[in-house]
């Protein structure tokens, strides 16, 4: 069962910055494709939910009204990094102190949260690392994680069924209906 706990603990000192980014993202991926099973039909061959594209399915979560407005910034700004550090793979030098992670970071809430003089200092009280991107980092994503697997958790028992069919033409049925008006029309007409 997730807990923001155990989810942050996953990424504690003992992982390098390149797999808390990249395996922490690929988490919430796993998470979002979860999260949008729960409102589509469970059919894998449809691709809305498996195709590739973490942003993509952070996307359609928030337009289908199941992700708030602060994880999708989030999701977004956690994208940009792994994809940061997915680059540099063979940099064993990459780091989250990296002047551009340092500025992708500063876009997590939890980064704009550390700005706040007012929640800066309970952050400092808490024992958190207000300075440090990567615990930055750790905390937007336990944040993120925490929501999706609540909206998982409260999903509908119930999946999403096909629609029915309904009174669907084709071209050939829709000029078939279209000379029967004409003859109807005609007919009308030869009446008056």
Not at 114 to 123: G, I, L, N
Request: glycine share 4%; with cysteine; charged share 30%.
């Amino acid at each position: 069962m997730y807990t923001p706990k155990a989810f942050a603990e996953r990424f504690g000192p003992q992982q390098s910055d390149l797999v808390v980014a990249i395996l922490g993202a690929s988490y919430l991926d796993a998470l979002l494709e979860d999260l949008l099973m729960t409102r589509v039909i469970a059919d894998r061959r449809s691709n809305v939910v498996t195709r590739p594209g973490f942003a993509r399915r952070a996307e359609t979560a928030f337009a289908l009204g199941l992700l708030s407005r602060d994880s999708l910034d989030d999701l977004h700004a956690i994208a940009e990094i792994r994809n940061y550090f997915a680059h540099k793979v063979l940099d064993a030098e990459a780091s989250f102190r990296d002047s551009e992670v340092t500025a992708l970071s500063a876009k997590l809430s939890s980064s704009r949260a550390a700005a706040d003089p007012e929640s800066r200092s309970v952050m400092k009280e808490w024992g958190y690392e207000v300075d440090n991107p990567r615990a930055l980092f750790i905390e937007a994503m336990t944040a993120c994680a925490s929501e999706l697997a609540h909206r998982i958790e409260h999903a509908p028992e119930v999946g999403v069924p096909e629609a029915e069919p309904t009174g669907r033409l084709g071209l050939i049925e829709w000029q078939a209906v279209a000379e029967i008006v004409r003859r109807l029309d005609a007919r009308d007409s030869k009446k008056r």
